[in-house]
């Protein structure tokens, strides 16, 4: 598999072969997702056919963000408030349907709903948390991240991509050099 090179090009007619995805050529690298947003936003903009284009992140990590401490108590209470949610969902939609005989409003259906489902996921969220035994005594959100992001269109169309890009009106022109690959 050739590897896409990351320093800025030297000749801006030659994109690189990304191997994998055959047929497709890198004709750009950003160090950001948010610039190669951009970078392809304005290639639509230009009337470059996009959807021959893709961002790839390249140099992939994941990373999980510590929100907090999880308690017994605080997972009874979020399972509790998803359980009210949902189940306040459930009565609504059997209210709205006339699924419930005799006919009780959608609204005190929903209210029952969400008590029910609120004591049901708090104790759902009690039981489940005691039998983690302490293991993961933390709550955290995941993620993925990119060491750069990769804009590969199709051969045939990587020439005009490359010329539109190398633009000094287009995103990252004024600061080529640091910035698009």
């Given at each position: 598999?050739?590897?896409?090179q990351?320093?800025?090009?030297?000749?801006?007619?030659?994109?690189?072969?990304?191997?994998?995805?055959?047929?497709?050529?890198?004709?750009?690298?950003?160090?950001?997702?948010?610039?190669?947003?951009?970078a392809?936003?304005?290639?639509?903009?230009?009337?470059?056919?996009?959807q021959?284009?893709?961002?790839?992140?390249?140099?992939?990590?994941?990373?999980?963000?510590?929100?907090g401490r999880?308690?017994?108590?605080?997972?009874?209470?979020?399972?509790a408030?998803?359980?009210?949610?949902?189940?306040?969902?459930?009565?609504?939609?059997?209210?709205?349907?006339?699924?419930?005989?005799p006919?009780i409003?959608?609204?005190?259906?929903?209210?029952?709903?969400?008590?029910?489902?609120a004591?049901?996921?708090?104790?759902?969220?009690?039981?489940?948390?005691?039998?983690?035994?302490?293991?993961?005594?933390?709550?955290?959100?995941?993620?993925?991240?990119?060491?750069?992001y990769?804009?590969?269109?199709?051969?045939?169309?990587?020439?005009?991509?490359?010329?539109?890009?190398?633009?000094?009106?287009?995103?990252?022109?004024?600061?080529?050099?640091?910035?698009?690959?």
């Open positions: 598999m050739v590897q896409p990351h320093d800025k090009r030297s000749d801006a007619t030659s994109p690189t072969s990304v191997g994998a995805t055959d047929g497709q050529l890198v004709v750009a690298s950003y160090p950001t997702y948010a610039d190669a947003e951009r392809v936003d304005y290639l639509s903009d230009q009337g470059f056919p996009v021959r284009t893709a961002i790839v992140g390249r140099g992939l990590s994941s990373f999980e963000r510590i929100t999880l308690t017994i108590w605080r997972a009874a209470a979020q399972s408030a998803h359980g009210a949610v949902l189940g306040a969902l459930f009565g609504w939609l059997f209210g709205l349907f006339d699924w419930v005989n006919l409003a959608s609204l005190l259906l929903a209210l029952y709903g969400a008590i029910f489902g004591v049901a996921g708090g104790l759902l969220g009690l039981v489940g948390h005691a039998l983690t035994g302490g293991r993961r005594d933390f709550s955290s959100v995941a993620g993925m991240r990119a060491e750069s990769d804009i590969i269109v199709d051969a045939e169309v990587a020439a005009q991509a490359v010329q539109l890009l190398d633009a000094l009106t287009a995103p990252g022109g004024e600061r080529a050099a640091g910035g698009r690959r």
